[in-house]
């Protein structure tokens, strides 16, 4: 099993400029989630799903959308990228309920904008 | 403040030596805690979970007091390869939803 993977690695924008994140996830897990991690910051939630076709607004959704068509896939748009959009981007997914099930993460994607 | 506070290091420590770690959290209803490491430019991972008992991995022990809502991991006999940011995860539930709050993480740099 490849567990949670992202697509790109490594992006650098111009401001106003658009582009989609990818994630994947082999492990037929209910639950998907996109992170972004800045210094002193800590990861910070932006949207989640708790299955396919649903989506709901983290700690910090602004200037980001995003969609869940595929239980296997989960899209993070950014439509008009701003130099407070450069972050570390982590996609994570887990099993839903009952209890708690361990929360798989992706290894990330570095997106500059300039 | 911050929902789960850590102290950002480093911890700067030989080969060996004991090292412990502190996590405060303020929501009250936070169910589950969690460490999890994170490697220079990796994603985390779970490293255990924090049970109100205490509990014990190998060289690593985490323990829980909701009382004072206070986490604390301890590693002995510490490795190279324990080099690493580790970060207090706490979960709460937010309108139905079980939420991770992540720390921002102490940094451990273990000498030779």
């Known amino acids: 099993n490849a567990g949670v993977t992202q697509t790109p690695k490594f992006r650098v924008l111009k401001t106003g400029q658009s582009m989609t994140l990818l994630c994947a996830q082999d492990?037929?897990?209910?639950?998907m989630y996109w992170y972004r991690q800045d210094p002193g910051m800590g990861l910070r939630l932006i949207h989640y799903?708790?299955?396919?076709?649903?989506?709901a607004k983290g700690e910090v959704p602004d200037g980001y959308n995003v969609s869940r068509l595929k239980k296997q896939n989960f899209l993070l748009g950014l439509e008009s990228a701003a130099p407070s959009q450069t972050s570390v981007y982590f996609c994570?997914?887990?099993?839903?309920?009952?209890?708690?099930?361990?929360?798989?993460f992706g290894p990330g994607t570095r997106l500059t904008v300039l | 403040r911050k929902e789960v506070e850590q102290d950002p290091g480093p911890f700067n420590v030989p080969e060996g030596a004991t090292v412990a770690f502190n996590c405060t959290y303020s929501n009250s209803a936070s169910q589950s805690f969690f460490w999890y490491r994170q490697d220079c430019r990796k994603e985390p991972k779970l490293l255990m979970s924090v049970y109100s008992s205490g509990n014990e991995d190998g060289r690593f022990t985490a323990q829980l007091n909701r009382a004072s809502q206070y986490i604390s991991l301890l590693i002995r006999d510490s490795k190279l390869s324990d080099s690493a940011t580790y970060l207090c995860?706490?979960?709460?539930?937010?309108?139905?939803?079980?939420?991770?709050?992540f720390g921002t993480g102490t940094r451990l740099l273990v000498s030779p």
């Open positions: 492990m037929n897990h209910e639950y």
């Open positions: 995860v706490v979960m709460a539930r937010n309108t139905g939803f079980q939420k991770l709050v």
């Open positions: 994570a997914s887990r099993d839903g309920p009952p209890g708690y099930n361990e929360q798989f």
């Open positions: 799903s708790v299955g396919e076709g649903t989506t």
